[in-house]
Structures are given as structure tokens and as C-alpha cells.
């Protein structure tokens, strides 16, 4: 994981300097990327200041282990004042953990899979616009499909989850800032900020389907 990290930041105009403890990866990772390589323990204020740590915009740990990665990371901004500190969370329990003992981002691989399984899920009816807060939720874009339910009648009555906020109505080219008691109609299309687990939720409460089947559909 370090070395195609690496290889993606140089290909991002980044220049990583990379603390690796095994002396083979180190000799694989300089010859092949030709960046600076410390042979060192990340967890040891002698290999991350070797590293030049203290002149790092962000320090990220990936290693298998949590309890390495997150003693990186707290050195890193505790001995080192690095402003932002990133950890891999091999176990996605202890995500919450690192996050509050002090690393800005906990990455847990099984989160973000699940967190992209939610989103992609009936994207033929679900336009995906942005992620926020490193995924957990969404701006979407949706069409009020032909025969929707409320239509005509007030947002409020939808009653969405606190989960969803619908954040503007564009109805024949014209954008509204929508309120409780604004009307809304099929064919409208909403931009609704929700929370990626609750995409199901929004599925089923807008009755979205399929394009092509006369009812939600995303231009």
C-alpha cells in the first residue's frame, strides 16, 4: 500500500518521503520511484524527524497494524505539529478511536467499500454529485418521477428523515430555495444532501425506479 501511495501522490505533482522498516521494500521503493526512503521505525521521533517530518503538510500511516498507525500519527502531531494526519484503520472498529484520540482521518477499506456500495446502489435514479466528511454522506440529484405521490403538494409532507435535507428545486429552468411549504411537482428535479446509509431511505420515499420505466429518472 505505501509504494502505489507513493506512486499516486508523484503522479499528483506530491513529493512523499516514505519511513518503511523493512530493508527490502526500502531498496524496491528508491529504486523504483526515486523518492527519499528512511529505513526506520515510524513510531520513533529519530526516523520521522530523519523523514523531515516536521516540515510535512500531512503525515498518513498505513501500515497493517493500527496501534503503529496511530502512534504515527499522534508523534507526528504532538512532537512534530504536522497539520494533518491521516490513518489506514485495518479494523474499522477502531476508526472512531483514532479519531478521537487525535488523527484528523481514519481510513477503514471495509467502510468506504460499504459507503460505495450505498452510493452506487440504483444510480440509474440516483445522480451522485458530491461526497462530504470522506464519504459518509452525499448531494444527489433526483426527477420527481411521472406519478409521484405528493406531487402538488408541500415538501413538508414528504416528511423526510433528519438524515436528508433537500437543498434546491429547479423546476422548467428556474431554481428555488425550498422552505416547508414549498409546492413540489413530478418533473421536478431536487438536490437533496443525505447521508450515504440512507440512500435506500430516499429511494423508497421518493418511489425512484429505473430509467426507461416512465416514473424517476436523472437527466
Known sequence: MGYYLAKALLEH???PTVVESKKEACARLANNLDI??????GTTIEALQEAGTAKADVLIAVSGQDEINL?????GRLE??????????????????MRELGVDIAVSSIDAITRLMEREVDM?????LISLNQGEASIVEIVLPNDFKYSGKKLSDIRLPEQMVVVSVE???EMLIPRGNTLIF???????????????ELKERFRLTDEGSGRGYVK
Not at 527519499?36 to 521505525?41: E, S
Not at 413530478?186 to 435506500?200: E, F, N, P, Q, R
Open 36 to 41: 527519499p526512503v528512511i529505513f526506520g521505525d
Open 80 to 97: 512534530f505539529h504536522v497539520r494533518r494526519t491521516i490513518a489506514k484503520a485495518n479494523n474499522p472498529k477502531n476508526a472512531d478511536v
Open 124 to 128: 440509474s435514479t440516483i445522480k451522485h
Open 71 to 75: 502512534i504515527a500519527c499522534q508523534l
Open 13 to 15: 505533482n506530491h513529493e
Open 171 to 173: 423546476r422548467s429552468g
Open 186 to 200: 413530478s418533473g421536478d428535479k431536487l438536490l437533496i444532501l443525505t447521508k450515504d446509509d440512507a440512500m435506500h
